[in-house]
């Protein structure tokens, strides 16, 4: 039987690969002169992120939450999260990293997904996959205040993504 904290960490360990590939793409960017921007921006939302999940967590285990027709909604949620995630590594390629990068010949993606929605990294990964952890741990508490915080970094992140990539067309 699936457990809330089995899922959690399948769901931390496919965080953790998706880093890994962030991290090798980091160190190529800045090898092949990248400019990074917004770094503050990035660390906070970065923590923002790990403390949701462990709030998550915490919040579920403290309420002794089963795997039920909510936690199922969630699992599908964050599914379909990862598959965005990682359709997005995917057509990004090496210039894939959890911070901005942009290299001095940087090229913007004009695949079908980013020509019809933009960002969807944030909207269609980072968001629903909140959202999905929220419902799987049956965290109310981590939603009520976790969303509205990750929201306000996040709204800054896509600003700063914005006005780095202004010049590039």
């Known amino acids: 039987m699936l457990t809330i904290n089995m899922l959690f960490v399948a769901i931390l360990a496919i965080r953790f690969y998706s880093l890994s590939i962030s991290i090798?793409?980091?160190?190529?960017?800045?090898?092949?002169?990248?400019?990074?921007?917004?770094?503050?921006?990035?660390a906070l939302l970065?923590?923002?992120?790990?403390?949701f999940y462990f709030a998550a967590i915490i919040e579920?285990?403290?309420?002794?939450?089963?795997?039920?027709?909510?936690?199922?909604?969630?699992?599908?949620l964050l599914i379909f999260a990862f598959i965005a995630l990682f359709y997005v590594i995917r057509q990004l390629k090496?210039?894939?990293?959890?911070?901005i990068y942009i290299l001095p010949n940087h090229r913007i993606n004009r695949s079908f997904l980013f020509r019809y929605?933009?960002?969807?990294?944030?909207f269609l990964n980072i968001i629903p996959e909140l959202i999905g952890l929220a419902l799987l741990c049956h965290a109310e508490y981590t939603a009520l205040f976790?969303?509205?915080?990750?929201?306000?970094i996040l709204f800054i992140r896509i600003r700063q993504e914005q006005r780095a990539m202004a010049h590039l067309g």
Do not use: C, M
């Open 117 to 122: 929605v933009r960002h969807p990294n944030y």
């Open 60 to 76: 579920a285990n403290h309420n002794q939450i089963g795997f039920d027709a909510l936690s199922q909604l969630g699992l599908l």
């Open 24 to 42: 090798k793409n980091e160190k190529n960017l800045i090898k092949n002169g990248a400019q990074q921007y917004g770094k503050r921006n990035s």
């Open 46 to 51: 970065s923590a923002a992120h790990i403390a």
């Open 94 to 99: 090496e210039i894939w990293t959890v911070k």
């Open 146 to 152: 976790g969303l509205p915080l990750y929201g306000v």
